[in-house]
């Protein structure tokens, strides 16, 4: 339905005259006249106050179809930072009326997922900003100590508090339910690894390495992880090296590396590795996770020019081989290379 027929019916429906709907919009009758005609349309400033008056969303006044409207949605997610309240409950509302829906509910799902950690991102960074500042004023309180370490992400001392227990049992119950799926027994690695549960993330291992198609170089690195959990470096490495050996030009392996060595602090080795599997990335375009790795180490090493050099090709990245021009990603990455670069003119003092 054209915009000026939607206008027509909504202000039939709200039993308001052309001069009545002219005055509450500010503006002469003539120019409702011709909205309703197709003779003009309004201007995009307009459509907020239309929506308002006739109690509707301004997708509503275009009769989007539903698949548009996610569409809308998820764009709007990925270019905005942070969503006025209203704008977020239209939002949920919408996504919680499809759930019913075959046809869209695995999407609307997705999307009211996507919807919530967006706000709960733009309200992380809220605290750890004001977390930080209360801290900065109270360095011997504790009194802001844990919502930032929530926030942050950082590390929790408290083993009830640190360990993965629930996402092991969540994870261990998919894989469980899905037992041709790859995905679910990865992230039962990972989890079990981080614990250092060695000998059930060994059982789980046999069961990912027994799947189709699996990645001869995955089931190798996690065994590498397998050995560390298991306090044998020796082990960890020498499996490793053998994979290199094997498949020194392998993107998988060469990301895989390059991790294993970051955490083990071996930053040199890890850039260098990092650097290369960048560069034979196979993906197009290339995901930015090796560049933000290398930009970290180069930190860590106190080293924030070169830190800021490669937050510099991040977003050089995403604008030249992603094609983004206000998306949220692009503009963290000019955020954090500018917080880079007055580290490096401070000398690393923040």
């Given amino acids: 339905m054209e915009l000026g027929r939607k206008i027509r019916q909504l202000r039939f429906k709200a039993g308001l005259t052309q001069e009545q709907l002219a005055e509450k919009m500010g503006i002469v009758p003539q120019s409702v006249s011709k909205w309703e005609n197709a003779a003009a349309m309004p201007d995009i400033t307009a459509l907020p106050r ?3 008056i006739f109690g509707v969303s301004i997708d509503d006044l275009f009769d989007l179809t539903a698949e548009q409207r996610l569409n809308r949605i998820e764009n709007r997610l990925d ?7 209203d704008l977020f409950r239209e939002y949920e509302d919408f996504l919680n009326s499809l759930l019913a829906d075959g046809e869209y509910r695995k999407r609307a799902t997705e999307l009211l ?16 900003r004001y977390a930080k500042e209360a801290i900065r004023r109270a360095p011997g309180e504790k009194c802001c100590q844990w919502m930032l370490q929530k926030a942050a ?40 690894l981080a614990d250092r549960r060695a000998d059930e993330a060994e059982a789980a291992l046999e069961k990912y390495a027994a799947l189709p198609d699996v990645n001869p170089v995955h089931v190798g690195v996690y065994r590498a992880h397998i050995a560390l959990a298991r306090f044998d470096e020796k082990g960890a490495d ?25 955490g083990k602090c071996d ?25 933000m790795a290398i930009s970290d180490l180069y930190a860590i090493r106190g080293d924030y020019g070169k830190a800021a050099e490669t937050y510099g090709r991040i977003v050089d990245l995403l604008t030249d081989e992603w094609g983004f021009t206000e998306e949220v990603e692009l503009k963290e990455a000019r955020k954090e290379k500018a917080r880079l670069e007055e580290l490096a003119r401070k000398g690393g003092r923040s």
């Fill in 153 to 192: 992400g950082h590390a929790a001392w408290d083993w009830n508090i640190a360990n993965h227990s629930k996402a092991v049992e969540f994870y261990r119950g998919l894989a469980e339910e899905n037992p041709s799926e790859k995905l679910p027994l990865t992230y039962l690695l990972d989890n079990l």
């Fill in 79 to 85: 270019i905005e930072s942070e969503l006025p309240g």
């Fill in 267 to 291: 930053y040199d080795r890890a850039i260098g590795l990092y650097e290369r599997a960048f560069a034979l990335e196979p993906r197009r375009p290339r995901f930015q996770d090796e560049l």
């Fill in 238 to 262: 020498s499996i490793m090296e053998e994979l290199g050996e094997k498949y020194p030009d392998d993107f998988v392996y060469l990301f895989e590396a390059a991790q294993y060595y970051a």
């Fill in 113 to 128: 997922a996507y919807l919530f950690w967006h706000r709960m991102n733009a309200d992380s960074e809220k605290v750890r």
């Fill in 50 to 52: 239309l929506a308002e």
